[in-house]
């Protein structure tokens, strides 16, 4: 079994076993206290309930946008390699979807590899779809910079659904031209 709750400073110490996988995007300790400080409630865990809590998992998420670009954005999902398959992502992005409707959002999105088809088929299955390829978002310094996805699901404010677009993985734009 597991619990949800608010991430805090001090799991920075203790999620040493969920970053290790390769497709996970780490950043600096100041960054994830920025997101602590600015969206508490857009940032929680996923950790076991038994006498020795770990942590198995864990989101990340801010609010952004003006007008019909007021969004929730999911800056980072992972959950640990030996803990996948319990449903602990759905559950977090659950949370982070739930969250978004009370702040009165449009739409949740996210940015993925493009070549990551495992978690591509994750976001479809919970009603994601691509709303445009940015060309080059992921930068590599040994090789090709990498393309990503902006996936996005309408939330319940989108009543026309104005936020998604059908064959989104054909509208190409450039990093600089994803701004909120």
């Not at 805090?8 to 996988?21: Q, W």
């Not at 445009?132 to 659904?161: A, C, Q, T, W």
């Amino acid at each position: 079994m597991t619990d949800t709750r608010k991430f805090k400073a001090t799991d920075l110490f203790s999620f040493n076993n969920i970053n290790l996988d390769p497709l996970t995007e780490t950043f600096n300790i100041s960054f994830y206290l920025s997101y602590l400080n600015k969206w508490p409630s857009l940032c929680v865990v996923q950790e076991s309930d038994l006498s020795d809590p770990t942590l198995m998992g864990y989101i990340m998420g801010k609010s952004e946008g003006t007008g019909k670009e007021w969004h929730t954005h999911v800056t980072a999902i992972t959950v640990a390699p030996n803990s996948r398959r319990l449903g602990l992502a759905r559950t977090m992005m659950d949370y982070l979807e739930t969250v978004g409707n009370s702040e009165n959002a449009f739409f949740v999105d996210l940015f993925v590899r493009a070549s990551n088809a495992l978690a591509i088929d994750f976001y479809k299955g919970l009603g994601y779809s691509v709303y445009r390829r940015v060309i080059g978002y992921y930068s590599n310094p040994h090789g090709k910079d990498e393309d990503s996805f902006d996936m996005r699901k309408p939330l319940s404010r989108d009543v026309n659904r104005e936020s998604i677009r059908e064959n989104g993985e054909n509208f190409k734009c450039s990093p600089a031209d994803v701004s909120f």
